[in-house]
């Protein structure tokens, strides 16, 4: 199968926007801001976000389940979007192991929390990449959906296990690591497929957590469940 990676992308971030994704108040203690201002600062020094993904054809299409690059993905929702999909392209994105390992660093609980929000700004950044090349590349002329393991019961997160069968060097390429509870390592890391489907589909509008920094569409009511 097409294999791409995707690092050294540009990383250029400002203070102000470290400040307002940390939802810090205009009248924030100037030694807080600072404080932001250095972290971001060390940590554009050593960061590399990656992605990787391929192109896995779809095979077979079932009652619940589709084959796709000759492994099975069981999942009513799944088998539903891709009703008229012909192909779909599983992925992974990272901040990267040296954020991680940069982000170690900080003990005191509100560091440690500025930190975790300049690594969400470097996934943020590194899945924007990801997203254009893979609509200039494969689908230059149509629509692009997306869905993801672990925000709905309908696709759970040990699906992720399938993704990562898939794509089948995820931690050569990118350093992200699966637990044997399906939880990614490096912990700001996003996994799933894009598809071409009948309506434009993401995982968001299904998703309650209304809170979620990184909600792509609005929420418009319960997910489908199995």
Not at 28 to 34: K, Y
Not at 41 to 52: F, H
Not at 67 to 75: K, M
Not at 174 to 195: A, I, Q, R, W, Y
């Amino acid at each position: 199968m097409e294999k791409a990676v995707i690092q050294g992308i540009s990383l250029e971030i400002s203070p102000e926007e470290a400040l307002r994704a940390l939802k810090m108040p205009g009248d924030a203690e100037e030694e807080d801001v600072q404080s932001i201002r250095q972290m971001l600062e060390d940590c554009l020094k050593i960061a590399s976000p990656k992605a990787v993904y391929c192109v896995a054809p779809i095979e077979e299409k079932g009652e619940d389940f589709v084959v796709a690059g000759g492994t099975r993905i069981d999942s009513p929702l799944v088998r539903k979007n891709l009703e008229a999909a012909n192909r779909i392209i599983p992925y992974v994105a990272t901040c990267g192991r040296e954020a991680e390992e940069w982000a170690g660093q900080f003990q005191d609980p509100l560091e440690a929390y500025w930190a975790d929000g300049i690594k969400l700004l470097l996934l943020e950044r590194i899945r924007r990449a990801l997203t254009t090349q893979v609509r200039e590349r494969l689908f230059p002329q149509g629509d692009m959906s997306s869905m993801s393991p672990g925000s709905l019961q309908a696709w759970p997160l040990t699906a992720q296990r399938t993704l990562f069968a898939l794509i089948g060097t995820v931690g050569e390429d990118t350093g992200v690591e699966l637990t044997d509870s399906c939880l990614m390592l490096p912990s700001k890391s996003n996994s799933g497929f894009f598809f071409a489907g009948k309506e434009h589909y993401e995982n968001c509008s299904l998703c309650p957590i209304l809170t979620c920094p990184t909600r792509r569409a609005p929420y418009e009511g319960p997910a489908l469940q199995e």
